[in-house]
Structures are given as structure tokens and as C-alpha cells.
């Protein structure tokens, strides 16, 4: 069974750190030393377009430093810069199957809204549900 794991994203980024190429999208990383860990990459909502709406495009900590609190911290650090850019509401999807990640965006106050798709970017189907989180613009 193949999989996404952050050492496959990093593979494509020819070993290198390269946030994708879009002025509107943020990606922060959580290093340990020289060693990428984590990575979360965040911006407007996609589909469909919503100015109110942000998303988390992706994120994905290294097996080594699951349950460290980085995941939280990539999370929660993401939606601080999406209220700071007036987003009101945040949306991501997630793997239908990986109970894990949903489990840990459920604890974090994520609900399911419903929608379901089959992402087939990676050459074979990968079915995968959407969650959404509310929350107000940031202070300050």
C-alpha cells in the first residue's frame, strides 16, 4: 500500500525545502537542528473559493516525532496566521481511513462536514472526508 508520509514530500522537493508557489499560501516547518520534522501548509480555501474561509492544505509531522506536540503546534500556529488574515472559518481534508489523523483533529475541535472525495493526484484513488473548524478573526 503506498502512502504520503513527510519524507515522501520532502523526496519531491529534491531534498530541499520549497514552500509551493503561490503568494497566498504560508508554510511553516518545525526543524530539530538541521532536520525538517514537520511541515503544515495553509491559505485561502480552494474549492470552493470562500473569502471568509481558509484551509490547511497539508500537514504532516516525521514518524519519529509523533505525539511530541509538533502537529498541535503546526495546527494551531496555522490557524492563528489564517484569523490574522480574516478568515473565520478553516477547512482541510483528511485520509477517510486514518483514524489517527482524525482523531487528532477532532480532539482539537475539527467536525466532519459531510463532504467526501476521492483524491487521485498520486495515481490511485485515495478517499478522503472534509473537516471544518470555526473560529474568529485574531485579536490585535
Known amino acids: 500500500m503506498q502512502s504520503i508520509t513527510l519524507e515522501g514530500r ?3 522537493w529534491d531534498g530541499a525545502f520549497t514552500p ?3 503568494e497566498t499560501t504560508e508554510t511553516t516547518v518545525a526543524v530539530d537542528g538541521d ?3 514537520g511541515v503544515c501548509s495553509f491559505g485561502p480555501r480552494r ?3 470562500d473569502p471568509s474561509a481558509g484551509e490547511v492544505y497539508s500537514l504532516h509531522v516525521a514518524p519519529g516525532s509523533i505525539r511530541a506536540g509538533l502537529g498541535r503546534m503546526l495546527l494551531d500556529d496555522a490557524l492563528v496566521r489564517l484569523a490574522a488574515r480574516g478568515f473565520t472559518s478553516a477547512f482541510l481534508w483528511v485520509l477517510r481511513d486514518n483514524a489517527n489523523a482524525r482523531g487528532f483533529y477532532e480532539a ?3 467536525s466532519l462536514t459531510g463532504e ?3 483524491d487521485d493526484r498520486s495515481g ?3 478517499a478522503e472526508v ?3 473548524i470555526q473560529q474568529g478573526p485574531a485579536d490585535g
Do not use: Q
Open 116 to 118: 467526501e472525495r476521492a
Open 108 to 110: 482539537r475541535g475539527w
Open 20 to 22: 509551493p508557489a503561490s
Open 10 to 12: 520532502i523526496k519531491r
Open 124 to 126: 490511485f484513488p485515495i
Open 47 to 49: 474549492e470552493p473559493p
Open 130 to 132: 472534509r473537516y471544518a
Open 35 to 37: 532536520r525538517i520534522v
